[in-house]
């Protein structure tokens, strides 16, 4: 199975969540693991779809929902699940691929679609039991406002939730748009709009979210590098980055006070602190990462040995 992300339980030290991929060659569904002893053992707890996103409730961690296609969640920490589909538009070609909670109301989650360069953005407010698309679903560019930019997809893993609890930014699958809400989804004003002929994804913010910061990999038309928003100049910088970077698939992204900024691609997971560059695993060589997960003082990287299909997963704290 390719694993495709990687969770630590927000409460229990030694509990670990990853998800896996669907291979459509052989047919064998992705599936969701649990690890009680931190990565020893695992558990199937959900089989089906392609699991890249799990997230937990913030008042009461038992509560968790991922992302096979649709939405599922789980009551009791994985131990059945249920699925939480009504309202949400999805098929053999739309799926959902972001899932964000809301930092302040714990009833309220987000969920953005997306698929052969098309897509939507969802709200509920009841725990993923109902879902609501945000206004100007099937509008077209004549329409008043930037909501219609939302039909082009919502990228993986690109949903921002400040502590303001009515902001949003995300990123879409086409077009190399970043768009952002003030009033929890219901209208949107594109920050960036540029041809960069790929994603900009994954997208992080400050921690006073006065900039935002995205990831846009180099291809034969687009230079690669870390696009910068600052909210008080209203204009937006692309920063360089090693060349060995730019290239390479991104897996995470992070910033730490504001000054420290994680990036986490195939090649490795590295550091930047005043303008330099660090490689932190330098002494893990043992084939490419695949997923990987910030939280608190430490960093989970999943590496996917080259020679073989053993699959290790390594911790390291870095505060």
């Known amino acids: ?36 002893d931190f990565g020893k053992s695992w558990d199937i707890i959900w089989e089906g779809g392609s699991i890249s996103q799990i997230i937990f409730d913030r008042t009461n961690p038992n509560v968790i929902y991922a992302n096979p296609h649709g939405v599922i969640k789980s009551k009791n920490g994985g131990g059945s699940w249920s699925q939480i589909d009504k309202g949400l538009e999805i ?37 993923g039991e109902h879902w609501t698309p945000v206004p100007g679903k099937g509008e077209s560019e004549n329409s008043n406002n930037d909501n219609f930019n939302l039909a ?35 209208n949107w004003t594109l920050l960036i709009d540029e041809d960069f002929t790929t994603d900009i994804n994954p997208i992080a913010a400050t921690d006073s979210f006065d900039k935002i910061l995205g990831f846009v990999q180099e291809t034969d038309y687009t230079k690669g590098g870390i696009l910068i928003y600052d909210f008080s100049l209203e204009t937006w910088v692309l920063n360089d980055v090693p060349d060995s970077l730019k290239q390479s698939q991104p897996h995470g992204f992070g910033i730490v006070d504001s000054e420290i900024l994680f990036l986490c691609t195939e090649k490795g997971f590295f550091s930047k602190n005043d303008h330099l560059w660090s490689k932190l695993t330098e002494n893990i060589s043992l ?10 003082n430490n960093i ?16 390291r704290s870095f505060l």
């Open 91 to 127: 098929n053999s070609e739309l799926s959902v691929l972001s899932l964000t909670a809301d930092p302040i109301d714990p009833n309220r989650i987000y969920a953005g679609t997306a698929g052969f360069g098309s897509g939507w953005f969802y709200f509920s407010e009841d725990k």
């Open 152 to 186: 082009n997809g919502v990228s993986h893993s690109a949903l921002l939730k400040s502590e303001k609890p009515e902001r949003i930014v995300l990123s879409t699958s086409v077009n190399s748009q970043i768009l952002i809400t003030e009033d929890s989804g219901l």
């Open 1 to 36: 199975d390719l694993i495709l992300t990687i969770k630590k339980h927000p409460c229990l030290s030694n509990t670990l969540f990853i998800g896996t991929s669907r291979n459509f060659s052989t047919g064998a569904q992705g599936k969701l693991f649990r690890s009680d």
């Open 300 to 315: 989970y990287i999943v590496i996917s040995e080259s020679q073989n299909t053993n699959t290790s997963i390594y911790v």
């Open 287 to 296: 084939g490419k990462i695949v997923a990987c997960h910030i939280q608190k």
